[in-house]
C-alpha cells in the first residue's frame, strides 16, 4: 500500500534557527496536504499544494511540491517558540478516497 | 459552528467491554473520518465514509465498526475493547475536492481511551 515517510521525526532547534521537514510518498499523489498538531491539541490544516513544483509561503513558512509530485518539504525561518508542535504531512492514496499521514516531524524550540 | 465535536472526552475501559465514540459534524461535510494516533505513530486512518451509507475501511479497522445513517454523525464502535486500543482517537470531516478526493481535514478534540 501506499506509504508516506517523513524526516527528521524529532527536532530541536533554538529560537531564531530554520526548520525544515521533508515528506516522500511511495506513489505519486494528486495533492499533499500539512497540518500542524500542538502538544495536547489536534491536528490543524496548514495548507494544501496542488501543482507539480509548487511553492506557496505563510509569513515564515515556505511549502513545497516535488516537480514528480512525490515528495514535499516545509521550512520555517527563525523559529519561534510558537512553532512548537508536530507537523504533518498527508497525501491521498492510488485510490483518492483516503488520506495517508506521514508519521510527523516533532519540533521543539529553546528559547 | 461548533465545526466537528466528540464525546467522551476521556474514557477508561476494562478489557471485553464495548463502547461507542461520538463524533458529528455541522459543516454539512461528506467525508468523515477516525483515527487513532499513538506516540511516534502518526495519525493511522481507522475507518472513513464519503457521505451517508457509505464506509470503507482504512489501515487499521480491527475491533472497531462504523456505521453512518446521516450525513451529520459517525459514531466507532469498539466491540470488545483490549488494552492495544489504548491510544487518542480522533474524528474529522471534509468537503470533497474537484478531483473527487477528501480535501481540507476539520479534527474534532479527540477522546483519550485506556483499556486496563
Known amino acids: 500500500g501506499q506509504q508516506v515517510m517523513q524526516i527528521p521525526q524529532y527536532q530541536h532547534v533554538q529560537e531564531g534557527e530554520d526548520f525544515t521537514t521533508y515528506c516522500n510518498s511511495s506513489t505519486t499523489l494528486s495533492n499533499i496536504q500539512w497540518y500542524k498538531q500542538r502538544p495536547g491539541g489536534h491536528p490543524v490544516f496548514l495548507i494544501q499544494l496542488v501543482k507539480s513544483g509548487e511553492v506557496k509561503k505563510q509569513k515564515r513558512l515556505t511549502f513545497q511540491f516535488g516537480e514528480a509530485k512525490k515528495n514535499s518539504s516545509l521550512h520555517i525561518t527563525a523559529t519561534q517558540t510558537t512553532d512548537v508542535g508536530t507537523y504533518f504531512c498527508a497525501g491521498p492514496g492510488p485510490s483518492g478516497s483516503r488520506l495517508t499521514f506521514g508519521e510527523g516531524t516533532q519540533l521543539t524550540v529553546n528559547p | 459552528n461548533a465545526g466537528v465535536t466528540q464525546t467522551p472526552k476521556f474514557q477508561v475501559l476494562k478489557t471485553g467491554q464495548s463502547m461507542t465514540l461520538q463524533c458529528a459534524q455541522d459543516m454539512n461535510h461528506e467525508y468523515m473520518s477516525w483515527y487513532r494516533q499513538d506516540p511516534g505513530m502518526g495519525l493511522r486512518l481507522i475507518h472513513y465514509?464519503?457521505?451517508?451509507?457509505?464506509?470503507d475501511q482504512g489501515e487499521v479497522p480491527n475491533g472497531y465498526n462504523v456505521s453512518r445513517s446521516t450525513t451529520e454523525d459517525f459514531p466507532l464502535r469498539l466491540l470488545s475493547a483490549a488494552p492495544s486500543q489504548t491510544s487518542v482517537y480522533f474524528c474529522a470531516s471534509s468537503r470533497r475536492t474537484s478531483g473527487g478526493g477528501p480535501g481540507e481535514q476539520y479534527f474534532g478534540p479527540g477522546t483519550r481511551l485506556t483499556v486496563t
Open positions: 465514509s464519503v457521505g451517508a451509507g457509505i464506509t
